[in-house]
């Protein structure tokens, strides 16, 4: 697609998430890092994102200033963009007192138009920074102060501002506004929607497969039910494998296979469950967990196919990559996801991995299965992670632990179900807390353990809140729970955010 919005990714948690909110107002963006700056081509306009590092640290992510310059479109940079532009322009960047975190009031100045055009005088903003702007170059404008009086949006000239704050997050009361402000500056805004997006991913799928043989794993999940969806459409030779690890929720095995019946889908099941509750047999760090389940489904897809395999399929999302930051990201590493493990980047370097999804995020690849015809039992499914109930299970996985796990999470989910709440959460779940308390069950001590119900709402899993469940709701899952599953006499409700929690517990 000629001319998209280029955002230079710095390495932030949230970079991905300005990707998403300008394909949100319509437009089409995409992601670069830095020094790719010139193989943006003819882009309609340039965000340099935020990032963990410092600008005042030897080797910190720079940029080609001169060609950013002579590019001659609309510059915005957010965060370590902004420092970054401020000491490009000739100003300086200094330590700040403490690292701001968390909401803030933004101050708009009264002759700041552009950005903020149309906008309040003051709203809520999201920091995530430790230096600050300490002297600002000749003719820099500044158009928005914080409550103490601290620079946190400046324009250096017509074309280039910047943001302390992140406009991309949903904190930020007005982020939607000041991207489609500053987007208003550009011109040959490329348009962008799904269902048009799909006919370059078959065209994509195509010239990447290039008639070799694919073998995807499918799980029943929205990802990997798309991702074998598209290469259907796509007409792809593909061997859909569908792996039980053991690791699934009550009942899945049979219902992935009814549902890829149903569309019409191929599938061949591997009983995997003893090779991996083998494998994970001692193992607490969940990183170990999660490279070791990793590991399985590539080996396990090996023994099934042999050693001819040309190509694995994976249904990767944009957030499992910026999450895994893999190696040659500027981000920090949050947890390493199962499609990002040593075999599955060596695949990577032979060419032997597709990931036709990998730039789109969870509602996108709803609405893309959407066009692609599959029923919405299966687009409107809660995400299940791809270790499945390995990440449920803090510490050692065991059968006991997980029949428990698979029993709470059953009657919860079922009653989410029947109280009409499961398609107004994102993602709900029960997960084994590995602490063992004392309770009373029919008049005797009980030493069992806790058990925690998590419910949050998301846009694209990037952050999350959680959901306020009626109390009265929660009652009733806690009692069938204590009442209807041996091994529990403690049910917790989960009220963390993502930040600083994540959505898994693991």
Same mark, same amino acid.
């Given at each position: 697609?000629?001319?998209?919005?280029?955002?230079?990714?710095?390495?932030?948690?949230?970079?991905?998430? !300005?990707?998403?909110?300008?394909?949100?107002?319509?437009? /089409?963006?995409?992601?670069?890092?830095?020094?790719?700056?010139?193989?943006?081509?003819?882009?309609?306009?340039?965000?340099?994102?935020?990032?963990?590092?410092?600008?005042?640290?030897?080797?910190?992510? +720079? !940029?080609?200033?001169?060609?950013?310059?002579?590019?001659?479109?609309?510059?915005?940079?957010?965060?370590?963009?902004?420092?970054?532009?401020?000491?490009?322009?000739?100003?300086?960047?200094?330590?700040?007192?403490?690292?701001?975190?968390?909401?803030?009031?933004?101050?708009?100045?009264?002759?700041?138009?552009?950005?903020?055009?149309?906008?309040?005088?003051?709203?809520?903003?999201?920091?995530?920074?430790?230096?600050?702007?300490?002297?600002?170059?000749?003719?820099?404008?500044?158009?928005?102060?914080?409550?103490?009086?601290?620079?946190?949006?400046?324009?250096?000239?017509?074309?280039?501002?910047?943001?302390?704050?992140?406009?991309?997050?949903?904190?930020?009361?007005?982020?939607?506004?000041?991207?489609?402000?500053?987007?208003?500056?550009?011109?040959?805004?490329?348009?962008?929607?799904?269902?048009?997006?799909?006919?370059?991913?078959?065209?994509?799928?195509?010239? %990447?497969?290039?008639?070799?043989?694919?073998?995807?794993?499918?799980?029943?999940?929205?990802?990997?039910?798309?991702?074998?969806?598209?290469?259907?459409?796509?007409?792809?030779?593909? *061997?859909?494998?569908?792996?039980?690890?053991?690791?699934?929720?009550?009942?899945?095995?049979? %219902?992935? %296979?009814?549902? /890829?019946?149903?569309?019409?889908?191929?599938?061949?099941?591997?009983?995997?469950?003893?090779?991996?509750?083998?494998?994970?047999?001692?193992?607490?760090?969940?990183?170990?967990?999660?490279?070791? !389940?990793?590991?399985?489904?590539?080996?396990?897809?090996?023994?099934?196919?042999?050693?001819?395999?040309?190509?694995?399929?994976?249904?990767?999302?944009?957030? +499992?990559?910026?999450?895994?930051?893999?190696?040659?990201?500027?981000?920090?590493?949050?947890?390493?996801?199962?499609?990002?493990?040593?075999?599955?980047?060596?695949?990577?370097?032979?060419?032997?991995?597709?990931?036709?999804?990998?730039?789109?995020?969870?509602?996108?690849?709803?609405?893309?299965?959407?066009?692609?015809?599959?029923?919405?039992?299966?687009?409107?499914?809660?995400?299940?992670?791809?270790?499945?109930?390995?990440?449920?299970?803090?510490?050692?996985?065991?059968?006991?632990?997980?029949?428990?796990?698979?029993?709470?999470?059953?009657?919860?989910?079922?009653?989410?179900?029947?109280?009409?709440?499961?398609?107004?959460?994102?993602?709900?779940?029960?997960?084994?807390?590995?602490?063992?308390?004392?309770?009373?069950?029919?008049?005797?001590?009980?030493?069992?353990?806790?058990?925690?119900? *998590?419910?949050?709402?998301?846009?694209?899993?990037?952050?999350?809140?959680?959901?306020?469940?009626?109390?009265?709701?929660?009652?009733?899952?806690?009692?069938?729970?204590?009442?209807?599953?041996?091994?529990?006499?403690?049910?917790?409700? +989960?009220?963390?955010?993502?930040?600083?929690?994540?959505?898994?517990?693991?």
């Amino acid at each position: 697609m000629e001319h998209p919005i280029a955002v230079i990714d710095f390495g932030s948690q949230y970079t991905q998430l !300005i990707v998403r909110r300008i394909r949100e107002l319509g437009y /089409f963006s995409k992601l670069y890092q830095p020094e790719e700056l010139r193989e943006t081509g003819s882009p309609a306009a340039v965000i340099l994102s935020g990032g963990p590092r410092s600008t005042l640290e030897p080797g910190a992510p +720079d !940029i080609d200033f001169d060609h950013l310059v002579a590019m001659g479109v609309p510059v915005l940079g957010v965060c370590y963009g902004m420092q970054l532009l401020n000491r490009k322009f000739g100003g300086e960047v200094a330590p700040g007192n403490t690292r701001e975190y968390g909401p803030a009031t933004l101050m708009v100045e009264p002759v700041a138009g552009g950005l903020f055009e149309g906008l309040e005088g003051h709203s809520q903003i999201w920091m995530s920074h430790s230096d600050t702007v300490s002297v600002l170059p000749p003719g820099c404008e500044v158009v928005g102060r914080n409550l103490d009086g601290i620079p946190v949006a400046l324009r250096w000239n017509e074309r280039f501002h910047g943001i302390q704050f992140h406009p991309e997050v949903s904190h930020t009361h007005e982020g939607t506004a000041i991207l489609r402000n500053f987007l208003s500056l550009a011109s040959n805004l490329p348009k962008f929607r799904i269902s048009s997006f799909k006919d370059e991913l078959v065209e994509r799928v195509r010239s %990447e497969v290039a008639g070799r043989k694919v073998v995807c794993g499918v799980s029943g999940g929205v990802d990997s039910s798309v991702l074998a969806a598209l290469l259907h459409e796509a007409q792809i030779d593909t *061997r859909n494998i569908f792996v039980d690890t053991g690791l699934l929720r009550a009942d899945e095995a049979a %219902e992935v %296979e009814s549902l /890829f019946a149903e569309v019409g889908i191929e599938i061949e099941t591997i009983d995997a469950s003893q090779r991996f509750l083998s494998a994970l047999a001692g193992v607490s760090d969940p990183e170990e967990k999660r490279r070791i !389940i990793g590991r399985l489904f590539v080996e396990v897809f090996f023994d099934a196919v042999g050693e001819d395999v040309e190509l694995l399929a994976q249904g990767t999302l944009y957030p +499992d990559v910026i999450e895994s930051a893999t190696s040659g990201s500027i981000a920090s590493t949050i947890k390493t996801h199962h499609n990002r493990v040593d075999r599955i980047m060596q695949l990577k370097a032979e060419g032997r991995v597709v990931e036709p999804l990998d730039e789109l995020f969870k509602d996108e690849v709803r609405e893309l299965g959407r066009v692609l015809g599959l029923p919405e039992r299966v687009v409107g499914r809660h995400p299940f992670p791809g270790p499945g109930l390995a990440v449920r299970c803090p510490g050692e996985v065991t059968e006991e632990k997980l029949a428990i796990i698979r029993q709470a999470d059953k009657i919860y989910i079922g009653l989410l179900r029947e109280r009409h709440w499961y398609d107004s959460v994102w993602q709900a779940y029960a997960a084994l807390i590995p602490v063992k308390t004392v309770g009373v069950k029919g008049d005797e001590r009980s030493y069992e353990y806790a058990l925690s119900l *998590r419910a949050v709402t998301s846009e694209d899993a990037m952050t999350a809140a959680w959901v306020h469940l009626p109390y009265e709701l929660l009652a009733e899952v806690s009692n069938r729970i204590l009442n209807e599953v041996p091994g529990i006499n403690r049910v917790l409700y +989960d009220i963390s955010t993502k930040p600083p929690a994540s959505i898994e517990w693991e």
